[in-house]
Structure formats: C-alpha cells, structure tokens
C-alpha cells in the first residue's frame, strides 16, 4: 500500500490510497456522505490482489486537508476527482470509476465538467440518485413525506455543531443505521463501525455533504456519463431506495445493466462485498476486451 498528496485546483491536499500491483487494471472509488475511505474496506480487500485500486477522503475529513477556498461544493468535489484521476491513474490507462450514494452524484458532476472518456472506461453507480434523497427515502417514511417536517429534519442535519460522540448518541446513531441503512441483522458491528466514522466527521464536511444533496436535481447531467456504466441497488436499501435508480438509469446513454443486491441495504458494499466486486471485476474484464 502506498499513501499519496495530491493537490487539488484550490490547494485543498487529498490523502489518496493505492493498493495493488502496478500494471493491473485500475479501479477508482469515491465514497459517499459523512464517511471515509474506509468505507471501501472490503472492495479493496477483495480486489487488490489482481487490481490496483485507489481510495481517497473527500475533502475535509479523514486523513485529507481542510477544504480550501472552493469548499464543500459539488463542483470541488468533481474537480478533486479530477485530481486524482490525473495524478494517480498511470499515463495512457482509463480506470473503472465507482461512487457509492454521494460518491456517484460526484462522478456524474465529474463527467458533467470534464471528459469522461479521457480518464474512465467503464463505471459503477451504487445506491445513488441524481435527486433529493429525503424525497424518496424510506427511513421515517411518515415523518418526511410531509413537507414542513421533511425542512425541519433538513434544518437538525445542517446544524454547525459537531455531533456529539457520547455513548447515548452513539448508541441512537447506530440504531438508526441498522433500522434503515443496513439489511442485515448480522450487521451489528458495521452499524457501530459507521456510526464512529460519522461521528467524527467534522462539521464543516457533513454540512457541505447533505447541502450538496439537499434540493438537488441534477438528471439532466446524467447524459454526460458517456462510458459503459452498470447502476446498482440494494433491495433493501430504505435511504436511496430504487425508485431513485429507476429515475436516472434511463438517462444513462451508455448503459450496461442494472442491478438490484438482494438483502443488501444502503451500506451494501460493505455488508454484501461480493457482488460489488463482481461488478467491478465485470466492468475491468469488459474494458479490457
């Protein structure tokens, strides 16, 4: 494993992981709100072997520098994507690009401001929508569908105070994940393990995070995902449910196939590895042929 800087357009420093023998094909993955690259702990694990894959924090939180001047916006966002592609994709190879939840709202914003096809192969859009999840979301179903309730509990996720990290927080935090996040009562573990990475992020991150999702629509970018890309969803995912993928796969003028995991919630890639890394591995093979 080696550890990476790279430097965006408005000096913000990325932590960049690459793990993986040099020469095997490259596999890109951008995580979603509130985490850390360690969310993909299990992609890397099971892919390494024969890939070279490469993780990094979004800006502001784990191991990556506070957000410079441009700060926690989706333009940033897609331009340090663009960074890494740039610094950490080996000259004259295109990777396969995977986002998970935010992460594929900024790989879409990322082919929306540059060339897909000059960096990327193929794709992977997981658990994501192109727009506001709150709308279509699962979790406290009959809390959100009414519209001044559904501002409120924008307004609680939005506030500039650090979470609290106390056990009770912890505690509620992770019962709130296993309830609508997670599939599996197995999980337990996974629940606690994200619950801590959210928990520590700092605020400044999570606010700029939910912002970049908060009214959001960004279908009509969708067609600028010029490469072969496969959209997948988790059955039982109650936070981006598939609804939300029935909506942009259509947009996709490239697309291979969807993809529904069964039992696997909105952390799927974490409970249920397996079948996203057979997704990854498919797109690598496809871009090889």
Known sequence: MTGHRVTTPDGTRLHVEIQGPDGAPTVVLVHGTGITRAFWRRQVAGLCADHR???YDLRGRGDSGPAGPDGHTLRAYADDLEAVLAECVPSGERAVLAGHSLGGIIVVAWAARHRPERRVRAAALLHTTMGDPLLDTLMLPLLLRNPRTRELTRRLMLTPRRL???RAFRSGTTLLLRGGMIGSRTAAA???ETASILLACPSSARIGDITCWTHLDQHDLVPSLTVPTVAVYGERD??????????YAPLLPNLIRTVGVPGAAHLGPLEHPAPYNAVLRELARTADA
Do not use: E, K, N
């Open 238 to 247: 109650r936070a981006v449910p598939s609804v939300c993928t029935d909506r």
């Open 164 to 166: 609290p990290r106390h």
């Open 53 to 55: 894959v490469i993780t």
């Open 190 to 192: 996974i629940g606690t």
